[in-house]
């Protein structure tokens, strides 16, 4: 019996002791386990748990036009955070910060009541808001500088900048474009959190790094810009118009100067506006040219030999029935020569250009153009229009084609094309950004002009030059576009709008257009202006024409661009044929000598004219040139602390010439600066106060 009871104890000894070497090798390994086998990965959890990172976005770099002023710019901005589970009353906090912040009250409650990770409140707030939140006097709340973009100008350039959200990523425009590279890349920054996962700041550990991204400067010039949207504004309003559009870009090189689209849309506030009111129309939008594609017609059949300037084609009196449909002009014109269709705008006349050129060589030209294609330029969400595989046209398509129905185009592509016209038919590769520079101002990437292809012959674009020169001199359709002192050349455009209820032409909703080149001789712009939906008036030379005039008048002096006078009469040649001179050249020296004495004599008696309609135009370019002086020297820093003359010049002029200095500035009234203190000359102190004095022109 003892013996049975030793065996029993010695067992339950034995079970007892493995029991207990068992869980002390079970602790043994965990150990091994925690401090050798799993060490690295138990660290990161660890640290995970002590710690969370809060994410930054970087500084943007900034925006500058052609001439260094600043477009678009980040500034720091303050965001509020909570700390939700240091707030006594969650409930009442959400109802305050609601009405403090103009937030959605319930949706702020869910936050708050989250717990106490880190959530935002609002980001990017303004300083009144600052101040409204520090009156509540809550706990749990705080403040972290973000960078938030700001665009000085407002309005001015608005779809060519585009805009970016609180994320500070561009979702719009150039902000879009090159997002790549403004953007500055994401800061972090570490916070230490408690057992509960409880953000607190009371010790953050570093601070975040600033990354900034790469700055854009431009081919836009902030004058031209201005200039172009201000005259395309007054044009809208004045004639009621749905909106518009207006491009300027320099021939020779593709580099885009103004970008205009009405209405417009302040990226500042972007979310003030619908989706439609932002789109650049410039680039997405395509609508049927109009009577402005005539010239290209003519330009194909010029350059095949198809015809000559001085051919004659008769215009049926004003109607011509083509497959059972019958194309009307908007006067009967009975025989036009090549010269004519186009300074009269005929559409029977050029059907019949485009008839006898044929559609497979009419298609060749035109897509060589750019119609029918993306150019490239350096922008998002380009449109390629329509052009249709001329395989399909039937006789009546390609009748419409030869003025501007049945195909789609938009104002870039159309531009470029007058462009590559100016440029003796080389189509340059449009462009908007000229250089990119890093955060040191290193350049980092520069667009150099491009050239894409050599579409028609230098010959045939002199005799198209004229074409379009006589569009408007006296009895063409685009006289209104004639600026005194710089002579232009272009073609009108009244583009019936497609209804799509109906699938028929309107006969009531037009785009009026208007476009051309200036200086004649030498063209330094290429402008294109379309208004969309005049309410009064439909034509082309009547609504658009005057906007490139005023374009012409007021950019190419502030472009260091003189005056000339206009040049020889482009019809001498028909007058010459007129009288009967092609089969009898034995009368022509003398016939010539009499047509260049007259016309002489007629050049003389238009620069007596001329030179009176010049005198107000020569004094605006000294005023203009007397500005741009101001500001060079101001730029120059040649004289920094001398106060400049600014009595004469714009509010606008005025603001932008004493932004450079280190001085507060008064202004009262409006308009133009009739007076000023200190007087011109006079020595400036860093934090003087001026004065200047406005009155209404």
Same mark, same amino acid.
């Given at each position: 019996?003892?013996?049975?009871q030793?065996?029993?104890?010695?067992?339950?000894?034995?079970?007892?002791?493995?029991?207990?070497?068992?869980?002390?090798?079970?602790?043994?390994?965990?150990?091994?386990e925690?401090?050798?086998?799993?060490?690295?990965?138990?660290?990161?959890?660890?640290?995970?748990?002590?710690?969370t990172?809060?994410?930054?976005?970087?500084?943007?770099?900034?925006?500058y036009?052609?001439?260094?002023?600043?477009?678009?710019?980040?500034?720091?901005?303050?965001?509020?955070?909570?700390?939700?589970?240091?707030?006594?009353?969650?409930?009442?906090?959400?109802?305050?910060?609601?009405?403090?912040?103009?937030?959605?009250?319930?949706?702020?409650a869910?936050?708050?009541?989250?717990?106490?990770?880190?959530?935002?409140?609002?980001?990017?707030?303004?300083?009144?808001?600052?101040?409204?939140?520090?009156?509540?006097?809550?706990?749990?709340?705080?403040?972290?500088?973000?960078?938030?973009?700001?665009?000085?100008?407002?309005?001015?350039?608005?779809?060519?900048?585009?805009?970016?959200?609180?994320?500070?990523?561009?979702?719009?425009?150039?902000?879009?474009?090159?997002?790549?590279?403004?953007?500055?890349?994401?800061?972090?920054w570490?916070?230490?959190?408690?057992?509960?996962?409880?953000?607190?700041?009371?010790?953050?550990?570093?601070?975040?790094?600033?990354?900034?991204?790469?700055?854009?400067?431009?081919?836009?010039?902030?004058?031209?810009?201005?200039?172009?949207?201000?005259?395309?504004a007054?044009?809208?309003?004045?004639?009621?118009?749905?909106?518009?559009?207006?491009?300027?870009?320099?021939?020779?090189?593709?580099?885009?100067?103004?970008?205009?689209?009405?209405?417009?849309?302040?990226?500042?506030?972007?979310?003030?506006?619908?989706?439609?009111?932002?789109?650049n129309?410039?680039?997405?939008?395509?609508?049927?040219?109009?009577?402005?594609?005539?010239?290209?017609?003519?330009?194909?059949?010029?350059?095949?030999?198809?015809?000559?300037?001085?051919?004659?084609?008769?215009?049926?009196?004003?109607?011509?029935?083509?497959?059972?449909?019958?194309?009307?002009?908007?006067?009967?014109y009975?025989?036009?020569?090549?010269?004519?269709?186009?300074?009269?705008?005929?559409?029977?006349?050029?059907?019949?250009?485009?008839?006898?050129?044929?559609?497979?060589?009419?298609?060749?030209?035109?897509?060589?153009?750019?119609?029918?294609?993306?150019?490239?330029?350096?922008?998002?969400?380009?449109?390629?229009?329509?052009?249709?595989?001329?395989?399909?046209?039937?006789?009546?398509?390609?009748?419409?084609?030869?003025?501007?129905?049945?195909?789609?185009?938009?104002?870039?592509?159309?531009?470029?094309?007058?462009?590559?016209?100016?440029?003796?038919?080389?189509?340059?590769?449009?462009?908007?950004?000229?250089?990119?520079?890093?955060?040191?101002?290193?350049?980092?990437k520069?667009?150099?002009?491009?050239?894409?292809?050599?579409?028609?012959?230098?010959?045939?674009?002199?005799?198209?030059?004229?074409?379009?020169?006589?569009?408007?001199?006296?009895?063409?359709?685009?006289?209104?576009?004639?600026?005194?002192g710089?002579?232009?050349?272009?073609?009108?455009?009244?583009?019936?709008?497609?209804?799509?209820?109906?699938?028929?032409?309107?006969?009531?909703?037009?785009?009026?257009?208007?476009?051309?080149?200036?200086?004649?001789?030498?063209?330094?712009?290429?402008?294109?202006?379309?208004?969309?939906?005049?309410?009064?008036?439909t034509?082309?030379?009547?609504?658009?024409?005057?906007?490139f005039?005023?374009?012409?008048?007021?950019v190419?002096?502030?472009?260091?661009?003189?005056?000339?006078?206009?040049?020889?009469?482009?019809?001498?040649?028909?007058? /010459?044929k *007129? #009288?009967?001179?092609?089969?009898?050249?034995?009368?022509? &020296?003398?016939?010539? @000598? !009499?047509? =260049? +004495?007259?016309?002489?004599?007629? /050049?003389? *008696? #238009?620069?007596?004219?001329?030179?009176?309609?010049?005198? &107000?135009?020569?004094? @605006? !370019?000294? =005023? +203009?040139?007397?500005?741009?002086? /101001?500001?060079?020297?101001?730029?120059?820093?040649t004289?920094?602390?001398?106060?400049?003359?600014?009595?004469?010049?714009?509010?606008?002029?005025?603001?932008? /010439?004493?932004?450079?200095?280190?001085?507060?500035?008064?202004?009262?009234?409006?308009?133009?600066?009739?007076?000023?203190?200190?007087?011109?000359?006079?020595?400036?102190?860093?934090?003087?106060?001026?004065?200047?004095?406005?009155?209404?022109?």
């Amino acid at each position: 019996m003892m013996e049975k009871q030793a065996k029993w104890m010695r067992f339950r000894l034995y079970l007892i002791v493995a029991f207990f070497v068992l869980v002390w090798g079970l602790i043994l390994y965990r150990a091994l386990e925690l401090q050798f086998l799993k060490r690295d990965k138990l660290a990161r959890i660890a640290e995970a748990e002590a710690h969370t990172t809060i994410k930054l976005e970087g500084v943007r770099g900034e925006i500058y036009d052609r001439n260094g002023e600043k477009l678009a710019a980040s500034l720091e901005a303050d965001s509020i955070f909570a700390e939700a589970n240091k707030l006594e009353n969650p409930g009442a906090a959400a109802k305050d910060l609601a009405k403090a912040l103009g937030l959605d009250r319930r949706a702020l409650a869910q936050k708050l009541n989250g717990g106490g990770s880190f959530v935002w409140i609002k980001r990017q707030v303004t300083p009144d808001e600052v101040a409204r939140v520090e009156a509540l006097g809550f706990k749990g709340l705080g403040f972290l500088k973000e960078s938030k973009r700001f665009y000085p100008n407002k309005l001015l350039a608005g779809h060519t900048l585009g805009f970016v959200g609180v994320d500070s990523r561009g979702l719009e425009g150039l902000e879009l474009g090159y997002d790549d590279y403004l953007s500055g890349g994401i800061s972090a920054w570490k916070v230490n959190r408690d057992a509960l996962g409880r953000t607190y700041l009371d010790r953050p550990e570093g601070a975040p790094q600033e990354m900034k991204g790469a700055g854009l400067v431009l081919t836009l010039d902030r004058r031209v810009q201005y200039i172009t949207e201000k005259a395309l504004a007054a044009v809208v309003e004045k004639h009621k118009a749905k909106g518009g559009l207006a491009l300027v870009v320099r021939p020779r090189t593709g580099e885009i100067l103004a970008s205009a689209v009405e209405p417009g849309f302040n990226p500042n506030v972007f979310g003030e506006y619908g989706q439609a009111q932002r789109r650049n129309r410039i680039l997405t939008d395509a609508f049927d040219p109009g009577s402005t594609f005539k010239v290209f017609v003519a330009a194909a059949a010029l350059e095949e030999g198809a015809v000559k300037p001085l051919d004659t084609f008769h215009c049926e009196n004003g109607a011509m029935v083509v497959d059972k449909h019958t194309i009307h002009d908007h006067h009967p014109y009975g025989t036009l020569t090549v010269n004519k269709i186009i300074k009269f705008s005929s559409n029977i006349g050029a059907a019949k250009i485009a008839e006898k050129l044929g559609p497979a060589r009419l298609h060749r030209y035109l897509t060589a153009f750019g119609f029918g294609g993306k150019s490239g330029v350096d922008f998002p969400s380009e449109s390629s229009g329509l052009l249709r595989p001329y395989k399909r046209w039937r006789k009546l398509d390609l009748a419409n084609l030869a003025f501007g129905q049945g195909v789609s185009v938009t104002a870039l592509q159309i531009t470029m094309a007058m462009a590559a016209l100016a440029n003796d038919g080389l189509l340059m590769k449009p462009y908007m950004v000229s250089r990119i520079t890093d955060a040191s101002g290193r350049v980092i990437k520069k667009t150099e002009p491009e050239a894409i292809r050599q579409v028609v012959s230098p010959q045939t674009t002199r005799q198209v030059k004229e074409m379009l020169r006589l569009v408007v001199t006296e009895g063409g359709t685009g006289t209104r576009a004639e600026c005194p002192g710089y002579p232009s050349a272009g073609k009108t455009g009244t583009a019936q709008k497609l209804d799509r209820a109906t699938g028929t032409y309107s006969d009531r909703k037009y785009y009026s257009v208007f476009v051309g080149f200036a200086p004649y001789e030498n063209p330094e712009l290429a402008i294109l202006v379309a208004v969309d939906e005049p309410a009064d008036q439909t034509y082309g030379g009547l609504v658009a024409a005057p906007v490139f005039k005023e374009i012409v008048e007021q950019v190419l002096p502030i472009l260091n661009v003189p005056p000339s006078p206009p040049p020889p009469d482009p019809e001498m040649a028909e007058k /010459l044929k *007129a #009288a009967g001179l092609k089969n009898q050249p034995q009368k022509a &020296p003398a016939a010539l @000598a !009499a047509a =260049a +004495k007259l016309n002489k004599t007629g /050049l003389e *008696a #238009a620069a007596a004219t001329t030179k009176d309609k010049l005198r &107000p135009m020569e004094t @605006a !370019a000294l =005023a +203009k040139v007397r500005e741009l002086d /101001l500001v060079s020297r101001t730029r120059g820093g040649t004289d920094p602390g001398v106060m400049p003359d600014v009595v004469g010049l714009p509010m606008r002029r005025v603001l932008d /010439l004493m932004s450079r200095y280190d001085v507060k500035v008064e202004f009262k009234g409006s308009g133009r600066a009739v007076w000023q203190k200190p007087t011109p000359g006079e020595s400036l102190q860093s934090g003087q106060v001026c004065q200047v004095k406005f009155e209404p022109m």
